[in-house]
């Protein structure tokens, strides 16, 4: 590699971040010390400091972070530690970083709400609030985009604020872009308001709207939580009829949610629907965490199922897997003595 080539920024950053995310540290910090002190480092740096948060290293993340102090702190330097604060779990080291931006003079950006509001796991309302404020007296030039906006959507949501949830979503997101239904249809379903949830799903057909995976996804989430048998018969019809009933995401959820509504045999009906090949942990799990399963007359196939070659060929190296395997054994030999 020239000596050209070692000094360019954008070069130098690309590689740090190559690196970082392969986690070779050591050939990331050999990049960043060749072009740490060239006058055009900034990208340079703020990848590193990247490099080293996704690796677990927040202190040495920090350091890059205050060695740019001679330079021009620029926002996605300032940005790239909150997300680092945020995605390691220390919610106040991240909302602390963007108050000393602000008084720094530096101007927060869309990458900088969606850190905070995505990344920090239980933010106060009353910060929410805040940064809403901030988000909508700023810089008239400035737009916020989607991603930002649905942030705050959730954080709302998570605050238990449906109200002001509603207002963003009313003001700020598309009608016409099913992601934004999405956005508050799990807002509301997450955070102990399925019913309302479902309640934009009736709004959002009624707007001509088309369901995605996903909306299907977050209505069964809610449907589940409501254990209403119609409500299930009705989504599981309009998932047919949008040709999703194959997606994995879609049918664990419907065998979950039969089982909540007491529905066993409709329950078996979808998981048998699944090919043998994708049956996968969750399938199981799924299948058999069905509420009142056991006590129908399809206990025989719990059985049969645990005995299974395709049951003892799934992957229970993870603890999801080995805990359904185990359960599955249980049940068999639960049953195998009640017949002896």
């Known amino acids: 590699m020239s000596t050209d080539l070692e000094l360019d920024p954008l070069v130098s950053s690309a590689l740090i971040s190559m690196h970082g995310k392969s986690r070779d540290l050591e050939a990331a910090t050999k990049v960043y010390n060749q072009i ?20 677990g290293y927040l202190e040495q993340a920090r350091q890059i972070f205050l060695e740019a ?17 945020a995605q390691n779990n220390e919610d106040e080291s991240a909302v602390a970083t963007f108050l000393a931006m602000v008084v720094e003079g530096v101007t927060p950006d869309n990458v900088t709400f969606t850190s905070l509001l995505g990344s920090c796991s239980a ?5 929410v609030k805040l940064l ?21 959507v959730k954080s709302y949501g998570k605050c238990g604020d449906f109200e002001s949830a509603s207002t963003v979503f009313h003001d700020r997101l598309s009608a016409e872009d099913p992601a934004s239904w999405n956005v508050v249809m799990a807002a509301f379903s997450q955070n102990g308001a399925p019913g309302e949830s479902i309640g934009y799903l009736r709004r959002m057909l009624l707007a001509g709207v088309r369901p995605n995976l996903i909306t299907f996804a977050t209505a069964l989430d809610a449907c589940s939580s409501l254990a209403q048998a119609t409500l299930a018969s ?52 799924s299948i058999i965490t069905a509420r009142r399963w056991l006590d129908s007359n399809l ?14 060929k799934l992957d229970v190296s993870n603890e999801d897997g080995h805990k359904t395997y185990l359960t599955l054994d249980a049940r068999f030999l639960t049953q195998h003595k009640e017949r002896e």
Request: with cysteine.
């Open 299 to 312: 206990c025989k196939n719990v059985a049969t199922a645990a005995a299974s070659t395709e049951v003892r």
């Open 123 to 127: 933010l106060p309302l009353d910060l």
């Open 69 to 85: 102090i001679p330079f021009e702190r620029s926002t996605s330097a300032w940005n790239a530690m909150i997300s680092a604060y």
């Open 234 to 285: 009705l989504l599981h019809s309009m998932i047919v009829e949008s040709r999703l009933e194959s997606s994995e995401l879609v049918s664990n959820a419907l065998v979950n949610l039969y089982g909540k509504c007491g529905i066993s045999r409709s329950a078996l009906d979808v998981f048998r629907a699944i090919p043998r090949q994708q049956q996968t942990v969750v399938s199981w799990t």
């Open 36 to 55: 740490k002190n060239h006058p055009g480092s900034m990208a340079s740096r703020t990848a590193m400091l990247t490099a080293l948060s996704q690796n």
């Open 132 to 152: 809403h404020a901030t988000m909508e007296d700023g810089d008239p030039a400035f737009e916020l985009d989607d991603f930002a906006t649905s942030a705050l």
